[in-house]
Nanobody
Framework: QVQLVESGGGLVQSGGSLRLSCVAS????????MGWYRQAPGKERELVASITITGATTYVDSVKGRFTISRDNAKNTVYLQMNSLTPEDTAVYYC????????WGKGTLVTVSS
């Protein structure tokens, strides 16, 4: 059974940092390109960062230079380090595979106050 469990969200002031974690089970994690997605209120879910099995990363322009995605295949975990947060980063953050999406987890809420 596929399970994605995100954690690490919270309330932070503008300019602050958070580190999100996502533990995956039921998938061949080390063989998957993984991604972090976010859904802000009233907006569609978007992919903000991804990491391949070899560690190559991509980012949406709005987070480049501020967010860093990483993975630990031994722990079936993908991380998102978020720095210099702004209110525009407020959203529920989810992880999933980048291709052939699996069942979504509950996500973790990030709220950035101005």
């Amino acid at each position: 059974q596929v399970q994605l469990v995100e954690s690490g969200g919270g309330l932070v002031q503008s300019g602050g940092s958070l580190r999100l974690s996502c533990v995956a089970s039921g998938i061949r994690f080390s063989f998957k390109t993984m991604g972090w997605y976010r859904q802000a209120p009233g907006k569609e879910r978007e992919l903000v960062a991804s990491i391949t099995i070899t560690g190559a990363t991509t980012y949406v322009d709005s987070v480049k230079g501020r967010f860093t995605i990483s993975r630990d295949n031994a722990k079936n975990t993908v991380y998102l380090q978020m720095n210099s947060l702004t209110p525009e980063d407020t959203a529920v953050y989810y992880c999933n595979t980048k291709f052939e999406l699996v069942s979504w987890g509950k996500g973790t809420l990030v709220t950035v106050s101005s």
